[in-house]
């Protein structure tokens, strides 16, 4: 939908009524005969229907007969590489002819041929391949999204990649936060080189694109095959200098510390976690990090180690769910597909589920005083679902029970 046609959006002011509505996601705290009152792009009042104000109930509003339909906040995807060039089918089938995706990125394949791929495109034609994978989240209910950049690599392609990502927030009905992820893999012309790229990443890329408003936060791969534990660290310290928060792709392969690092940072979360520790799970109680689970990614490189969902239950850490959807480990376009995933793969339960991709999705962003909760005075970022429970958004596969979606108080097309 282009921009003309966003501002054109019908407006979705009026009372909706006849609504089973859970405000924050959680399933456990819900309004079984809800009424919500959307005003101005807010909510101007949400409650059970019995105690609508009179000033609601005057004619002349307009009036939305939910059915006994479900209302949640509007879906939060949280880690997305949404914006690249082309595509890795090719190297997908080496994959299931037996590569290992670590095999494949150490003999310059994997990121690095999405980096050739996207440095090659020019903005429009990386907008146009990035909008038809924004198009088909967005039919799911998806009202915001994060997208990170790490396929440039250099100024003039992380640029590219951003300015990209913020054109997409302006020509859909979506909000967008952009994370600069420079520090996503080595670039080959600094093969041997990688302290020199940090040091680049640190004192230029970053606060060039910072200063263009470019960036409203920092991640890093800090991994075996991506940047060790003092890169990351250099990264975070550029970062901190800025005033930007930090995330981190954290322990997805192995264990070299980057949890721990990243709670040092009192970062906002850390994502895929697959071989955190206890000692990792301690670390991010007492920094408030929130767990990104990544179900997509853990099915599509047909990884074994389950992230530890006992532990991060035990210490009460609030638990996300998000598509990763990028090219190498996750081309998946579906977030309710995410959340089936995560019950299945993970044992997550279905309330977990919803919760990961609403309040503990905007958590993770560092957004929760803005997304994930219907309430007076909040966005109207909302999705109509035609379901008897929530538990189906977690049970179907390939259904899509959307039946309205209105973001910022404007109905966005299903
Ligand atoms: O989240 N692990 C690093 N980054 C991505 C994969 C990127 C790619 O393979 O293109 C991830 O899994
Ligand atoms: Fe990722």
Redesign the pocket.
């Known amino acids: 939908m282009p921009q003309s046609q966003v501002e054109a959006a019908r407006l979705a002011d009026g009372v909706w009524r006849q609504a089973r509505i859970a405000p924050s996601g959680n399933p456990g705290q819900v309004i079984l005969d809800g009424a919500m009152v959307v005003r101005d792009g807010l909510v101007a009042w949400i409650g059970s229907e019995a105690e609508l104000p009179a000033e609601f109930r005057q004619a002349g509003l307009a009036q939305h007969d939910v059915g006994n339909r479900w209302i949640t906040p509007g879906l939060i995807d949280c ?1 997305t ?1 949404l914006v ?1 060039g082309g595509n ?1 089918a090719d190297e997908f089938a080496m994959r299931l002819a037996g590569a290992s ?1 670590e095999e494949i ?1 150490r003999s310059g394949g ?2 690095v041929s ?1 980096v050739r791929a996207t440095r090659a495109a020019d903005e429009d034609s990386l907008f146009r391949q990035s909008a038809r994978r924004l198009e088909a989240l967005l039919a799911e209910g998806v009202t915001t999204i994060e997208i990170k950049s ?2 440039g690599l250099d100024l003039p392609a992380e640029r590219k990649m951003l300015r990209v990502a913020r054109r997409l927030g302006e020509s859909y009905p979506v909000t967008v936060y952009t994370t600069f992820l420079g520090a ?1 893999a080595l670039p080959p012309e600094y093969k041997d080189r990688a302290d020199e790229y940090i040091r680049l990443v640190c004192d230029q890329i970053l606060p060039a694109l910072h200063a263009e408003g470019l960036v409203d936060a920092v991640d890093v ?1 800090c ?1 075996n095959i ?1 940047f060790s534990v003092t890169q990351s660290e250099q990264v975070f310290i550029a970062a901190g200098k800025l005033g930007l928060p930090v995330k981190m ?1 954290a322990d ?1 392969l192995s264990n070299i510390g980057a949890t721990q690092l990243a709670t040092r940072y009192k970062a906002l979360s850390v ?2 976690l697959e071989h955190l520790s206890e000692a990792d799970v301690a670390a991010m109680q007492e920094s408030g990090t929130v767990a990104v689970l ?1 179900p997509g ?1 853990y099915y599509f490189i047909r990884e074994t180690k389950q992230p530890p969902l006992e532990l991060l239950r035990r210490y009460r850490i609030p638990i996300a769910v998000s598509t ?1 959807s ?5 081309p998946s376009t579906s977030l309710l597909l995410m959340l089936n995933m995560s019950c299945t793969l993970f044992r997550m339960t279905t309330a977990e589920a919803l919760m990961g991709v609403t309040g503990n999705a905007a958590l993770a962003l560092g957004k929760a005083d803005r997304h994930g909760l219907l309430a007076a005075g909040r966005a109207a970022d909302f999705v109509v679902w035609s379901v008897e429970s929530l538990a189906e958004l977690a049970y179907w596969s390939g259904l899509n029970p959307c039946s309205a979606i209105v973001r910022g108080g404007r109905f966005a097309a299903v």
Do not use: K, M, V
């Not at 990028?326 to 996750?330: A, D, L, R, V």
């Open positions: 880690h590489h690249y890795r995706y990125a994997g990121i999405t790490g396929y996503h791969f991994e991506g792709h997805q994502d895929h990544l990614a990763d990028n090219p190498g480990t996750s």
